[in-house]
């Protein structure tokens, strides 16, 4: 706060430098205000070399940070380095920037709004609500046309249970803005958490009609989809953007993805032939996606479809990310099929610790604690998955807790 308040009187920035070993939080918190106020003082060298680190960081700071960066860069001549950074922020997106003035620097209001809604955001991950309303609020007095800052009062309010509002907030940013995209991102989210499945699919399918060239428009249109329950509908629509990224030059990680969202969806609707077919392609583009790996070893494991590679592909997937709770519980649950219960616990204990009460995680733990005949802590695993299943899982736990498990390695 006080760097910017030099810089509003015309002085050097003067923000100290500090070590991640000596002052995590401040190196944390300081990498893009750094930025932020090399380019309100017009020094552009030390800029470009923090918007260079920057690019490894990711997140929404630094997509807010790069949009706001390009026309300054822009105006210093370096329009290549200024599509680059528009590139790394919008991603697939590929929708032109406007909306934001050619300028030799950065206004002080800009760098702090953009200060008070990172923390805001911070806050709200921890589900520190009302703070991080003030303080998206506060950024919006300091900058009422930051628009990062509008999404993050809209977020707020919906963690404050007034999505009504939150609705009319995205809704005033306009389609112009290369933050309309995030807005109806949020107004699916909150129209879906409501069941409002129509109105969801209405927004995506504008959003698509106005960026017809926006895969992640057509993604929000396949989601809206499958909210509603249209499986095949969503599945055609997510053919429709892997064929395209296909033809129009995407990376074979990005391509790879799109087909696993593609593969996911016909596996909904069924047909686990077609899905598997997609999930294939979908390695041979990306080999060594853990993501990939991991959900056709999974669900070739779970329909008994060649078990030894299944086990090795998730074990390939566990190798690369380890700390992730979705491959965790598929490595825990691989050794659990195999009847290695010894291996299978503590994997699927530390799945559960980090999952809460998530309904598969929890099923797989209680089942694991079964065979291992520890009856109690297998009743209260399958209860904790019971809280947040539908009906007829719930319905199927509810048998697991009266009886058991006749067979110790059933599936579910």
Not at 120 to 131: D, G, R, Y
Request: glycine share 8%.
């Amino acid at each position: 706060l006080r760097s910017w308040v030099n810089v509003a009187q015309g002085k050097p920035h003067g923000l100290p430098e500090a070590g991640e070993q000596s002052d995590p939080l401040f190196a944390f918190y300081s990498s893009d205000q750094r930025v932020y106020l090399d380019l309100a003082v017009g020094d552009y060298n030390k800029a470009k070399l923090g918007l260079r680190n920057m690019a490894l960081v990711g997140g929404d700071h630094m997509r807010d940070l790069f949009l706001r960066a390009a026309p300054i860069m822009t105006k210093q001549g370096d329009a290549a380095f200024a599509t680059a950074l528009i590139g790394t922020a919008l991603g697939p997106d590929r929708i032109p920037v406007s909306g934001f003035p050619l300028g030799v620097k950065l206004a002080p209001e800009t760098g702090l709004a953009a200060l008070h809604t990172r923390i805001s955001s911070a806050l709200l991950e921890q589900e520190i609500s009302e703070p991080a309303l003030v303080l998206a609020r506060n950024a919006l007095w300091i900058e009422p046309t930051y628009e990062p800052a509008t999404i993050a009062v809209a977020r707020a309010l919906v963690a404050q249970g007034q999505e009504a509002t939150a609705l009319a907030l995205l809704a005033s940013i306009p389609a112009t803005s290369p933050y309309w995209s995030p807005a109806v991102n949020e107004r699916m989210a909150i129209l879906t958490a409501q069941k409002r499945f129509d109105d969801a699919l209405a927004a995506a399918t504008e959003g698509a009609s106005r960026w017809p060239k926006s895969l992640n428009m057509k993604i929000l249109v396949a989601q809206a989809l499958a909210a509603k329950g249209d499986i095949q509908g969503a599945a055609t629509q997510y053919r429709e953007v892997a064929d395209l990224a296909d033809k129009g030059g995407y990376g074979p990680r990005q391509r790879a993805n799109y087909r696993l969202l593609l593969a996911s969806t016909i596996d909904k609707a069924g047909n686990w032939a077609a899905a598997k077919q997609e999930m294939e392609a979908a390695l041979i583009l990306d080999p060594n996606n853990a993501q990939i790996l991991n959900y056709l070893g999974y669900n070739m494991l779970e329909k008994g479809d060649d078990p030894a590679r299944a086990a090795a592909m998730i074990q390939r997937a566990y190798e690369m990310s380890p700390d992730s709770i979705a491959i965790t519980d598929s490595m825990g649950w691989a050794h659990y099929k195999t009847g290695d219960i010894g291996k299978a616990l503590p994997l699927l204990e530390k799945a559960a610790k980090a999952a809460g009460n998530d309904v598969a995680i929890n099923e797989h733990l209680g089942d694991a604690y079964w065979r291992a005949g520890r009856r109690r802590d297998a009743r209260y695993a399958w209860g904790v998955a019971s809280e947040a299943a539908d009906d007829a899982t719930a319905m199927r736990l509810a048998t697991k807790v009266d009886i058991g498990l006749s067979d110790p390695y059933t599936t579910h």
